[in-house]
Nanobody, 129 residues
C-alpha cells in the first residue's frame, strides 16, 4: 500500500515561512519523481513545484519562484517544500504527489496532476494579512 503523509502546515503571517514535509512509504520508490500542488477554496488544484527522481532538476510555478524551494531526502523517503515570504494568496491546501510510473529520464520534472499516481491527504496553509 502506497502512502504519502504531509505535515508542517499551519497559520502564518504575511512574510513568514513554513516548511512542509511529505513522508512516503509502501510502494512508492524513494527515487520517483515527486511534486507539490495546492488547492484554494473554490479553485482547481494547481502545480506548485516538482523535482526529478534524481533530485537534480526542479521546476516551479511562476507565482512561487524565488520564494519556495523543493527538495528531497531519498534516504529518508521524504519530500520537502520550504516556503518563504508567504503571501495571503498562498493560502491553500497543499498536497504532495508521487509518480508511480517509471521515468527513464532522471531529470524529468512533471507538472500535471495526471502525471502523478499517489497523493497525500493534504495539509492546510493559511497566510494572514
Amino acid at each position: 500500500q502506497a502512502q504519502l503523509v504531509e505535515t508542517g502546515g499551519g497559520l502564518v503571517q504575511t512574510g513568514g515561512s513554513l516548511r512542509l514535509s511529505c513522508a512516503a512509504s509502501g510502494r512508492i520508490l524513494s527515487s520517483t519523481a515527486m511534486g507539490w500542488f495546492r488547492q484554494a477554496p473554490g479553485k482547481e488544484r494547481d502545480f506548485v513545484a516538482g523535482i526529478s527522481r534524481s533530485g537534480g532538476s526542479t521546476d516551479y510555478a511562476d507565482s512561487v519562484k524565488g520564494r519556495f524551494t523543493i527538495s528531497r531526502d531519498n534516504a529518508k523517503n521524504t519530500l520537502y517544500l520550504q516556503m518563504n515570504s508567504l503571501k495571503p494568496e498562498d493560502t491553500a491546501d497543499y498536497y504532495c504527489a508521487a509518480r508511480g510510473r517509471f521515468a527513464a529520464d532522471t531529470t524529468a520534472v512533471f507538472k500535471k496532476s495526471n502525471d502523478y499516481d499517489y497523493w497525500g491527504q493534504g495539509t492546510q496553509v493559511t497566510v494572514s494579512s
